[in-house]
């Protein structure tokens, strides 16, 4: 995050602050503002007139023209890290930025809000290696953090099957998205909030029905969905248009829309799992083709057993109206 763009001591001062207790770790500060490490474990790197040194070597470069652009490309190979601002040409750059660097140095954005953030992750669909903050007030930087979270990650936890088991048919909803997925990427959900599934999209052939990689098939009508604004919904709610947020087993994140939602009885089983002696489930259809992701793979719902690990995003507190609270809730 940079706490390095005011004029003022006290008002980069309050930037890192609010950075920190919005679970920032690194800063971008200037010269001189290393007694900010004080403030709490906190990672410096040091802006001396577009030098990056401390934690993080590199140049910060602005580009507003055609120039500044090349000048920039110049700098792809040569530099570790390039943290780039942009005007109101922000694609274009960046995607030659990419192209240019190869992989060789680091492209991190700056972004203001989720929408920054989710163009630079899909640029040239590799997308820049990273975000980083920039705003101008620091009650802007909480929700610029949550947004830019989302979208750069979601922290994912192996934990194990107790037991898996079938139950009465019901009511299941198939989420058809407007964008391809892969193996190893799907759809956080499940019967609490506080422990959703990654439950792997129709993206592997198994030799009786063709893939059908832009499918979710999500579960039971009653199921949280995680939503890219962080908040849940109940899979009932969603209709064509929504967004939904796709997540791959290493966590990375992006948005899709939904091209269609489908309710239809289907024969369903329960899984449940344990971690630290906390019991969550999650209810899916019946079905060869469901899959939940694991930390080297998937596994269809009819092959799943005990002590199978399987990859679920965990949360403290619980949900009201889909916003998380932080209050003891315990949903089973």
């Known amino acids: 995050m940079r706490a390095d763009v005011s004029d003022n ?14 679970g920032i770790n690194t800063f971008i ?31 910060i470069v602005s580009i507003a023209t055609p120039d ?48 920054d953030a989710e163009l630079c992750r899909n640029i040239l669909e590799k997308g820049t290696d990273g975000v980083v903050i920039s705003v101008k007030d620091p009650k802007m930087v909480k929700d610029a953090v949550k947004d830019a979270k989302m979208m750069s990650g979601v922290g ?14 019901g009511d299941r909803v ?11 990427e799907g759809m956080l959900i499940g019967s609490q909030s506080s422990c959703l599934f990654l439950v792997q999209s129709e993206s592997e052939d198994n030799g009786y029905v063709a893939a059908r990689p832009f499918r979710v098939n999500a579960g039971a009508v009653h199921a949280y969905i995680m939503t890219p604004d962080g908040k849940t919904r109940y899979l009932s709610e969603l ?3 929504d967004d939904v947020l796709l997540v791959n087993r290493d966590g990375n994140a992006k948005v899709a829309s939904i091209g269609r939602c489908k309710t239809e009885l289907r024969p369903m089983l329960i899984v449940s ?21 694991t930390p080297k793979g998937s596994l269809s719902v009819s092959e799943l057993k005990e002590g199978d690990e399987v990859l679920v ?4 507190g619980g949900r009201h109206f889909g916003m998380r609270v932080d209050e003891k809730i315990r949903e089973s």
């Not at 990672?43 to 590199?58: C, F, Q």
């Not at 652009?69 to 040569?78: D, F, N, P, R, S």
């Not at 601002?85 to 700056?110: H, Q, Y």
């Open 156 to 169: 994912l936890t192996p934990i194990k099957v107790r037991s898996v088991r079938n139950i009465q048919t």
């Open 313 to 316: 995003h965990l949360t403290d």
């Open 273 to 293: 799992a344990v971690h630290e002696k906390e019991e969550y489930t999650t209810i899916l259809q019946n079905a060869e083709t469901v899959r939940l992701v």
């Open 174 to 184: 198939c989420i058809d998205t407007c964008s391809t997925m892969v193996p190893g």
């Open 29 to 59: 500060v200037r010269p001189g503002d290393e007694r900010f490490s004080t403030l709490g474990k906190v990672e410096l790197v040091i802006n001396d007139n577009g030098s990056l040194t401390g934690s993080v070597s590199g140049k």
């Open 239 to 241: 209709n064509a248009g």
């Open 9 to 22: 001591a006290d008002n980069r001062k309050k930037m890192l602050i609010s950075g920190l207790e919005a």
């Open 68 to 115: 500044d652009q090349t000048k920039a490309m110049e700098l792809c190979g040569k530099e570790k890290v390039l943290v780039v601002t942009t005007g109101d040409w922000s694609v274009i750059p960046f995607e030659n930025l990419i192209a240019a660097s190869s992989g060789r140095t680091k492209i991190m954005a700056c972004v203001s809000s989720a929408e």
